[in-house]
């Protein structure tokens, strides 16, 4: 009890805007309803992500959506100012989300999966992945503005799915465990619905509210998959000196 942080810090950080709605704000409300602190960081501002807004346009309208999500949640919000399509594993992004990671000072980390249907998720991954490695090693320095503090230790970090929880090949990943968000589901919608720019984009090219209906659907499947209404997968990153024990089962298993 004494080691257990009384009010884990919770990092959710993913490529784009809505990645994080899609994968895991359902949790994510569950770990505000338990007291943690929430932080969603994204990737970039979703500058491709308009047929016909400009690049800066688009992102002015993508951050304030996810900034309007992240209130409804009552999380905190930054964007780290990568280009779509641009993300790539290097040093001056390592040092980016390093920063990133320092900053929020999360217990836990929940992130992109390592495989995912597009590099700017499977990189994100890769650079979460080294940013809470190097995040507590105090010679790392992140070159940034006012950088902050080297953490005490790497936090817990966990995958969230891949978009239809498939690898390129089409093959099912079997994640490590579900957790129930029934209960929370409405508010994942509503964040969901935040994202206005992209939901109607896809109600104008189909015809059907797909974004949140692909949501619900895939939502519910995970959910069935542990005989609930609605269920979110993760997989716990478990390379060496990362954290072993479950933290977030624990902290969600009393309801
Ligand atoms: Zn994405």
Known sequence: MPSAP????????????????????????RLKQAG??????????????????????????RRQEARQAADLLGADYACLEFQDLGIVHDNDGRRRVTEAVRRARPDIVLTAPPVD??????????????????APIPNYMTCQWEPAPPLAKIPHLYYMDP???????????????????????????????????????????????????????????????????????????????YPHDNILLKLLSVK
């Open 117 to 134: 249907y597009m590099a700017d998720h499977e990189m994100t991954s890769r650079l979460v992945r080294d940013a809470c490695f190097g």
């Open 163 to 241: 978009i239809e929880g498939i690898d390129y090949f089409g093959k099912a990943i079997q994640p490590e465990f579900i957790i129930d968000v029934s209960a929370t589901f409405e508010l994942k919608l509503k964040m969901l619905a935040c994202h206005a720019s992209q939901r109607n984009w896809l109600l104008k090219q189909h015809g059907i509210d797909e974004y949140l209906e692909s949501c619900k659907k895939w939502s519910g499947k995970r959910g069935q998959e542990i005989g609930v209404a609605y269920g979110e997968a993760f997989t716990q990153h478990k390379g060496h000196p």
């Open 36 to 61: 943690c602190q929430v932080t969603i960081v994204t990737m970039t501002a979703g500058d491709c992500g308009s047929a016909e807004l400009g690049p800066a346009e688009i992102s002015r309208v």
């Open 6 to 29: 009384s009010k884990p810090r919770i990092l959710a950080i993913h490529a784009h805007p809505d990645d994080v709605e899609f994968q895991c704000a359902g949790t994510l409300a």
